[in-house]
């Protein structure tokens, strides 16, 4: 990859701008770098009465890299980063270290998409910028900004709480997820159209000084690899920076942060707790870690417009499309903002042009940053999966696409052959390995971008965001939001998303397949017709129909009543009823499974239901799905609870996932989601026991395992720090009394449970 400094696209506009940009982060410097080389007199803000960037690494992916080389910084990117370039991206699994998935980057992103994939340390890049930037900046430190103005004739103007006024041509909000400026864009002093996630980011940097000693941690440093582990409703991302001196994690896991910046600290010992069950690799990282830094994680909808309504303030970076850490995007796509906002305000030459080149600005970056916002917010539902078919599936496609990729970089050390295996990458849930999405994410060249808007008329540019988030990009955005829709509020979250795409045909077009995987996901249940209970809408209960038309016969099965029926992921509605004949050779087993969870059910859920299946692939194993649900509206809470175990006759074990989710947002948004596993060796005696005693006493070890984990979820609730509460006393109602957990998942705890009421006693096995 070459340097190319001498670009015709920086010229130097024919009228200069006095231009405000509001934030000195990585996108900050980046804008006034752009818009500088321009030609415009450019004046920096930044609050904070020192700069430079958190000690964290960052992923300088191609898209990235290839504006930094033309930028003229390949020399500085390879003396600080040349021996920590990836050889392979590869995903493992959480606890044991099995490798999943691998994705070739050495070499193959430069033949692929003609740059180079680096891993640096931020703050590293960020003096890279820094220097790039000074030039052309007047840089004001501890200059916080505190109202804005854009009354004419003096207007756009900033005050800053100095009271020191400054005016200027046009603003620039780069000021963060956190911004000030897209108050005045959006007129919300809150973050809009945000969910959180309910997730935690935390952000370690070990030295690798003792790593060549330890046996367990050398091979991190022999070969620099980007290292992913991933499992039930967390993952841990590792590489090397600084030449291989330092290694950098990232951590995601449930938590309940206050802050959305990494200034504030974390702590270490929760961190090893969430974690103690992980990869012996993990653990020991973890355990010589010193310091950690803690983020929390927004899932953020695309904002309507970024221009503020005068046409002279413009937003950039995380102030207009905060990213999540699942696709390495966050950094890229600030920079590739600032490229083409320098670019297009290179060729202004009268101030009336202002609010045009905003507008292709936005027709230009909308759109793309959207979908990269979705992109990322689907990684992580792929990540996050529990233990469970859902799983077992992702795993063994990774596999598959694995296979391909390493016969392929056999092959092409003799040369560059075709791929062997053809489509296996096309729905390949390692999103590394897909060459479609790598080539519309990595080939991106923000200047050729501005080049092509040159050659259209540019009314047509003016109205492309519209049109191009009317169609795929709306669609896909708003599908992966309906995905992280609380428990009982995807109607809500349907509503909203009607802001994005206005056309209600499509809606309804579009998001079928995301509301299909939601439904599966969240455990469904529908009145099965022709009886007087429900069922559950799961992976379980999806017949094959050996159909290349599958979508248009998809059947579902109701085990209780033996039949099966077509079921409306819209309307929520099942329909043609039909007889379905089981297996008898394991029929009386699931039967019993069936009578007992039933039993359960009466026990401990109100308005609970569950399902239990013979597994249509593997002999003598069997599901069984519990879910329960609350939806209290008037009091602002609704909570849902799902269990899912595999009772393996073949090699007597039960393992099970259970999955609470509970939203409280009267005066805030509170969220509890948190994933638990359970593994359970079945007794000889449970085996060799009639079905229906088995059934009883399998029941039983599941009450008990999940009382223990509603006793430690709700004692951890009670003991809740006085300094965490106190945070959350904005989202809690304005008492010491906390929200019940246990009313909100409609399940008998205490007393009820450890006394029980004769149906399940775990007896002798």
Same mark, same amino acid.
């Given at each position: 990859m070459k340097e190319e400094v001498n670009k015709s696209c920086y010229r130097k506009a024919r009228k200069q701008l006095k231009i405000l940009v509001v934030g000195c982060g990585l996108g900050g410097l980046a804008a006034a770098y752009a818009l500088g080389r321009a030609g415009h007199s450019i004046i920096v803000v930044e609050s904070s009465p020192s700069i430079g960037e958190v000690g964290a690494g960052i992923q300088v992916c191609p898209n990235l890299s290839r504006i930094l080389a033309k930028w003229g910084l390949v020399h500085k990117l390879k003396s600080i980063a040349e021996r920590d370039k990836p050889t392979w991206f590869t995903f493992h699994r959480y606890d044991t270290g099995e490798v999943l998935g691998m994705s070739r980057l050495e070499g193959k992103l430069d033949r692929d998409h003609g740059a180079p994939w680096y891993v640096v340390h931020r703050a590293d890049l960020y003096d890279m910028l820094f220097a790039k930037a000074s030039p052309y900046m007047d840089l004001r430190m501890e200059s916080k900004v505190v109202s804005l103005h854009f009354e004419q004739p003096f207007g756009p103007c900033a005050i800053l709480q100095t009271g020191e006024v400054i005016f200027a041509d046009l603003i620039v909000g780069a000021d963060g997820i956190n911004s000030v400026v897209r108050n005045y864009v959006t007129g919300q002093t809150e973050i809009p159209l945000s969910v959180p996630t309910g997730d935690l980011a935390y952000r370690v940097v070990l030295p690798t000084r003792t790593f060549v000693d330890d046996p367990q941690l050398r091979h991190l440093v022999d070969e620099p690899r980007i290292r992913c582990w991933i499992g039930p409703g967390r993952h841990v991302v590792g590489y090397c920076i600084r030449n291989r001196k330092e290694y950098n994690m990232v951590l995601v896991k449930p938590g309940d942060g206050h802050s959305y910046s990494w200034t504030a600290e974390g702590n270490l010992e929760e961190i090893r707790d969430g974690f103690h069950e992980w990869d012996p690799c993990v653990q020991k990282l973890l355990s010589r870690a010193e310091s950690v830094l803690e983020s929390k994680l927004l899932i953020c909808r695309p904002l309507k417009t970024w221009i503020h309504s005068s046409g002279r303030a413009v937003l950039l970076g995380d102030s207009c499309h905060p990213m999540l850490p699942y696709r390495a995007q966050g950094s890229a796509m600030a920079i590739e903002d600032a490229v083409v906002l320098g670019n297009l305000f290179s060729r202004i030459s009268d101030n009336s042009q202002i609010p045009d080149l905003l507008k292709a600005y936005e027709g230009l970056r909308h759109a793309r940053a959207s979908a990269t916002q979705a992109a990322s917010a689907r990684n992580r539902s792929v990540y996050?999966?529990?233990?469970?078919? $859902?799983?077992?599936?992702?795993?063994?496609?990774?596999?598959?696409?694995?296979? $391909? $990729?390493?016969?392929?970089? $056999?092959?092409?050390?003799?040369?560059?052959?075709?791929?062997?295996?053809?489509?296996?990458?096309?729905?390949?849930?390692?999103?590394?390995?897909?060459k479609n999405k790598n080539a519309e994410q990595f080939d991106y060249d923000p200047d050729t971008a501005v080049d092509e808007w040159r050659l259209l008329p540019f009314e047509f540019w003016t109205e492309r965001r519209q049109r191009a988030m009317e169609s795929h990009e709306r669609i896909q955005a708003a599908c992966d939001f309906l995905l992280q829709s609380p428990p009982g509020e995807i109607n809500d979250v349907l509503n909203d998303v009607r802001n994005i795409i206005s056309d209600d045909e499509l809606l309804q077009e579009g998001i079928v397949p995301a509301l299909k995987r939601y439904n599966l996901a969240q455990f469904i249940t529908v009145d099965v017709p022709e009886t007087n209970h429900q069922s559950i809408i799961s992976e379980a209960a999806r017949l094959s129909t050996g159909s290349e038309d599958e979508e248009a016969q998809e059947r579902w099965l109701d085990p209780r009543s033996k039949k099966s029926f077509v079921f409306d992921h819209i309307a929520l509605e099942a329909s043609d009823p039909q007889p379905f004949e089981p297996n008898e050779d394991f029929e009386t087993f699931r039967v019993a499974l069936e009578k007992a969870s039933l039993n359960y059910l009466l026990a401990h859920f109100h308005d609970g239901v569950s399902s239990a299946f013979s597994n249509q692939t593997t002999p003598n194993q069997f599901i069984l799905q519990v879910v329960a649900n609350k939806y209290n509206p008037t009091n602002f809470w609704s909570g849902r609870w799902r269990s899912e175990y595999i009772v393996d006759l073949n090699d007597h074990t039960i393992k099970g996932t259970i999955l609470v989710n509970v939203h409280y947002y009267e005066q805030g948004n509170v969220q509890l989601s948190t994933t638990h596993s359970i593994s359970i060796a079945l007794p000889p005696a449970i085996v060799t026991a009639s079905p229906e005693s088995a059934g009883t006493k399998i029941l039983a070890l599941i009450e008990t395992e999940e009382g223990k984990y509603q006793n430690s979820l709700n004692d951890t609730y009670h003991e809740m720090s006085e300094k965490t509460f106190k945070s959350l006393r904005r989202a809690l109602p304005m008492t010491r009394s906390k929200l019940d957990w246990e009313k909100v998942l409609g399940y008998k705890l205490g007393a009820e449970l450890s006394s029980s009421k004769g149906a399940f006693t775990s007896g002798s096995s």
């Open positions: 996050h999966l529990p233990d469970g078919l $859902e799983q077992e599936k992702r795993d063994a496609a990774m596999k598959l696409a694995m296979e $391909e $990729e390493l016969l392929n970089y $056999e092959w092409s050390k003799d040369g560059d052959p075709p791929s062997v295996f053809g489509n296996r990458n096309r729905d390949n849930p390692n999103a590394w390995s897909d």
